[in-house]
């Protein structure tokens, strides 16, 4: 088992390991296990260090063609207010240290936040549009195919 600790913080993480076996089998060369304390101490430390607070500024959403226009047809309130289309910028940011649950074939992992849409003013200012929280529960598997490790995403809520 293994333990991750935020940079300069080696205090303990608020978990308690739990022991767990690995199946005794002997048809490969090599076995490699991970513990859910691993995956909960690496979720606390990311967390800590704000690893997932994310800004997508107007470079990324004009990649993605987002304004307040797609907003507005979406939020009439944002419509009223933003009559000109503008760029937007997101910020996003973990409000919970996110859960890692591992499971027989796949693990889970849930996370709270919050989403804070800006308008970005010809003047580069941002102008907050209106902040959604938002709670996801999302299932990974992961299966290696032709010798590459492949995953697939299942959006459970």
Not at 54 to 83: D, H, L, Q
């Amino acid at each position: 088992q293994g333990i991750v600790y935020p940079a300069g913080n080696c205090s303990g993480p608020p978990y308690v390991a739990a022991p767990f076996t690995i199946p005794d089998q002997s048809d490969s060369m090599l076995y490699l296990a991970f513990s859910e304390y691993f995956f909960q101490t690496s979720s606390f430390a990311y967390y800590t260090a704000g690893a997932f607070n994310i800004t997508i500024a107007e470079e990324t959403c004009s990649y993605f063609n987002i304004s307040t226009e797609i907003f507005g047809s979406i939020i009439p309130e944002v419509a009223k207010y933003s009559v000109t289309p503008y760029p937007v910028m997101l910020k996003l940011m973990a409000t919970e240290i996110p859960i890692i649950s591992l499971e027989q074939d796949s693990f889970t992992v849930e996370i709270q936040g919050s989403m804070e849409v800006f308008a970005v003013l010809p003047d580069s200012t941002p102008q907050s549009l209106f902040t959604m929280n938002i709670a996801a529960n999302t299932s990974i598997a992961l299966n290696i195919f032709d010798q590459k490790l492949m995953g697939s995403l299942c959006l459970n809520r």
